[in-house]
């Protein structure tokens, strides 16, 4: 982790409110930009982006490039874990990722030996960026969270209910218990490398926490982030995580009290004033304009910002999105946001 200067996000991080929020955006390094596309359409497929350094570092600036940002984040994708462990992963255009489900026979057919050894282009892509950034910027890594993750790999593409994971894990316990455990190894592993290669601060993608009741939730998604928390700061003291549980929403306060984040992000649709009274008042927020929000853009956006920045004018806060950046987004939009956000309105 670099810490040779200022960098008002990690800050943020660490539990200190600035004079206004500073400002990421998930995805900001994607399909909206056309110089991303430029990029992607001369690459062999978008996990070889996602391994080729000097494609991942391009794609990581381009929107430090357009925009004021107050961080980088690595470009990479999730799913490299279950691709690193062995399991088939590609990505079809216009369909997503498509994975070859595993089952409790297939389960011992994954490799977490190799992990770090296949994801070494991703942590030589962490360490060009911190030598690229400015020393004012936060570089920020991240991994999947295995709830997340593991729906993946279980289902074999996206779900809107993660339906193939929840009866994996009530039909086959000890299997998925197992898978469990080999994926919070992998991302505590993973996140480590990266913060040794120079990322200042790592967040946890929970991107699936929405279908999972509260015994669930509890063990699958608080149990798991948990302990990949206390991982990564036996190997790495007081490393600045942030955690983000889409659709935690009654569940948030016990995600923050068990999980020991820094940080935690809010989904769009976390009430602002039940975000303010859940989560305690010296813990960092994160969030939550809509995406579609800054797709409309106007006088809407504009009046949702000033209600977000003035929800949590009280404590840190980082100005985001409630999930990611989505394609059709106007570059114009994102540039009124990022100049709202400096303003502090």
Request: with cysteine; proline share 8%.
């Amino acid at each position: 982790m670099s810490a040779s200067a200022h960098k008002p996000l990690l800050a943020t991080v660490l539990g200190q409110r600035q004079a206004r929020p500073p400002i990421w955006i998930m995805r900001q390094a994607g399909r909206y930009l056309p110089e991303y596309r430029a990029v992607r359409a001369r690459s062999n497929g978008f996990l070889h982006l996602c391994y080729t350094p000097d494609l991942a570092v391009e794609v990581s600036l381009q929107p430090l490039r357009r925009f004021d940002l107050d961080a980088a984040i690595l470009f990479s994708d999730i799913l490299v874990i279950p691709d690193a462990l062995g399991q088939s992963v590609r990505f079809e255009g216009g369909e997503g990722p498509i994975l070859e489900p595993i089952t409790p026979q297939t389960l011992g057919l994954l490799r977490p030996e190799r992990v770090l050894e296949h994801l070494a282009p991703v942590l030589e892509t962490v360490r060009r960026l911190r030598a690229t950034l400015a020393p004012d910027k936060t570089l920020i890594g991240f991994s999947g969270s295995p709830w997340t993750v593991a729906s993946y790999m279980i289902g074999g593409k996206g779900s809107p209910d993660q339906a193939a994971a929840r009866l994996f894990a009530l039909r086959h316990p000890e299997a998925f218990q197992t898978l469990m455990d080999m994926l919070v190894d992998a991302s505590v592993a993973y996140l480590v490398a990266q913060l040794l290669a120079g990322a200042d601060v790592v967040q946890l993608f929970e991107s699936w926490a929405l279908n999972l009741d509260e015994v669930a939730f509890a063990r699958q998604v608080i149990e798991p982030n948990r302990r990949i928390v206390e991982g990564v700061r036996a190997r790495v003291p007081k490393a600045p995580i942030i955690g983000f549980p889409r659709g935690a929403a009654g569940n948030i306060a016990a995600y923050v009290a068990a999980t020991g984040v820094n940080a935690v992000g809010l989904d769009y649709a976390t009430p602002l004033g039940f975000a303010a009274a859940q989560v305690p008042l010296a813990m960092p927020v994160q969030g939550n304009l809509d995406p579609l929000r800054l797709v409309a853009g106007g006088a809407q956006m504009e009046a949702r910002v000033s209600q977000i920045i003035a929800a949590f004018a009280d404590r840190p806060h980082i100005f985001n999105l409630g999930h990611g950046i989505v394609p059709e987004t106007p570059i114009e939009h994102v540039a009124r946001l990022v100049e709202l956000v400096k303003r502090g309105v």
